[in-house]
Each structure stands twice: as C-alpha cells, then as structure tokens.
C-alpha cells in the first residue's frame, strides 16, 4: 500500500481527508496530513514530513505519494523536496475527487497511482448545466 501524505495550506488537508473517509466510510492508514502556517518554518516542515516518511518506511511503506494544494506555493515546494527521498512522487493540484481516486487505487505501483490521481482530478472537473436558462 502506497502511503499518503497531504501538504496544503492551514487545514485543507485535514478537511480533505476528513471529506473523503465520510464518503468512503472507512479510514485510511498511512494517510496523514501536514498544514502549513505562515508562522511555521519551512524548513521544521520538511523535517515533520520526512520523519513521517521515514515511520512508514519503517512500518513497511515503500512508496509514498504526496499531495499538495496550489503548484509553486510553500506546500508543493516541500513536497517537491521530499520527491528526493527513494521512491516518493509528489503532485500538486489536489482536490477530492483526485484524492478518492488514489485512496481508492492506492493498492497500485506509485508510478500507476499517479496516472489514477491526475484521471481522477480531470474527471472531478465538470460543467453543472443549468435548465433554467441562467448563463
């Protein structure tokens, strides 16, 4: 099983996973989520999460996908630099239909999890007509 970890700015991540395992009704081991606040260091952040990486290595975790909120903000920019772990890939752009997507395939190699997460978040993207002529 592939671990998750989120990076997203303040609770969005923990408000994610909260979302997805009330839709799922389950929870979800080796998924966790990291915020990130303006007063905290990026650097004390890196630490966490790389700890956090190392614990499920530890429990047997090979593989570890990461999460993160906006591209080139603080949160993608951690987890652009634990991409340089073994065997952890990190994508940006997270939403929940992305994130079921990956809870839901997470059985699979990362390199094909990933593939399913970025399916799974182009998918979740879709025009709600309206009939009552509303533009």
Known sequence: MVGLLIITHDQIGTAM?????????STQPMLTSI?????????????QAQQQITTWNNQGCKEVLILS???GATPSNIAHRL?????AK?????????????????????VALIEKAQLGAAAGIILINTEHGED
């Open 17 to 25: 996973i909260d979302a997805a395992q009330h839709i799922l009704a």
């Open 35 to 47: 915020s990130v606040c303006g007063e905290q260091s990026p650097d004390d952040i890196f630490t």
């Open 69 to 71: 909120d906006l591209f």
């Open 83 to 87: 991409t340089a772990l073994p065997n």
């Open 90 to 110: 990190a994508i940006a752009g997270l939403s929940l239909p992305m994130l079921l997507k990956v809870i839901t395939y997470r059985h699979l190699p990362l």
